[in-house]
């Protein structure tokens, strides 16, 4: 059938347009289907930008605040004999602040306001104090995802109990590891739970020891020497909220 159908013009016409416009007067007709490189190229594929996935926390200054509890030796005795922690839980505040770096590393300073417990041994109660916390720490987010993240730390824990008085009764302090997870509701918040504890020396605790068979003889009365320093367990539980990158 011939291509210039009288009786379908516009096929024709384009036709003719194609054959005219693509091959050269007086062209072979195996010309026709070869491979010609500018009209038979493949388009380019079109390159479209594609932001990076967000898998980290929100990088820069980080800030923020939450509750608390601890537990372990966090109820100070204070005597003539002997200074001491006895066994308790508490509850407080405390706020969280830090920096975050592009890598997994985060380090921070928590600064905590407890309301605990001091013994009064003219009353053999105990009664209202006030406990304070100061906790440098550096973390490591072991795994981190964009909607959440699980990381460990190491922390310089310092508790000061009792600080409300005309002293401070008691001063522990000593390495904590931290085991926390977070949750991020959106590239600037994050919801954080975690978990801090281990061994703190009571730098204040003493007890007083026997006197000596010397010290006796010269006076009845003598008391024994104050040996200080006792190392005590200590457990933090934490849960609050960050704001960072910003």
């Not at 990076?52 to 005795?77: D, E, K, N, Q, W």
């Not at 109660?125 to 959440?148: G, I, K, N, T």
């Not at 904590?176 to 730098?203: C, M, Q, Y």
Request: glycine share 14%.
């Amino acid at each position: 059938m011939s291509l210039f159908n009288p009786s379908r013009p516009g096929l024709a016409t384009a036709t003719l347009l194609v054959v005219c416009i693509g091959h050269p007067k007086g062209a072979r007709a195996d010309q026709i289907d070869a491979f010609d490189p500018v009209l038979d190229a493949p388009m380019a594929p079109v390159q479209t930008e594609r932001l990076p996935a967000h898998s980290r926390g929100p990088t820069g200054f980080v800030i923020g605040g939450g509750a608390m509890t601890y537990l372990g030796r966090v109820r100070s005795v204070l005597t003539s004999d002997e200074s001491r922690l006895d066994l308790g839980m508490q509850g407080g505040l405390f706020i969280t602040m830090g920096g975050r770096t592009p890598s997994p590393v985060e380090v921070g300073l928590d600064v905590g306001f407890g309301l605990g417990l001091a013994y009064i041994p003219e009353e053999d109660r105990f009664r209202a104090a006030y406990d304070l916390l100061v906790e440098p720490r550096a973390l490591w987010h072991v795994v981190e995802r964009q909607e959440w993240s699980f990381y460990l730390g190491l922390a310089a824990a310092n508790y000061i109990f009792d600080v409300d008085t005309d002293g401070v009764s008691a001063y522990a302090m000593g390495p904590f590891g931290v085991l926390g997870a977070t949750i991020r509701p959106d590239r600037h918040g994050t919801w954080f739970i975690e978990a801090s504890g281990g061994p703190a020396k009571n730098r204040l605790g003493f007890v007083r020891a026997d006197p000596t068979p010397e010290a006796l003889l010269e006076d009845p009365d003598a008391l024994g020497k104050k040996v200080y320093g006792r190392w005590v367990p200590i457990v933090r539980l934490a849960m609050g909220y960050r704001l960072g990158g910003f």
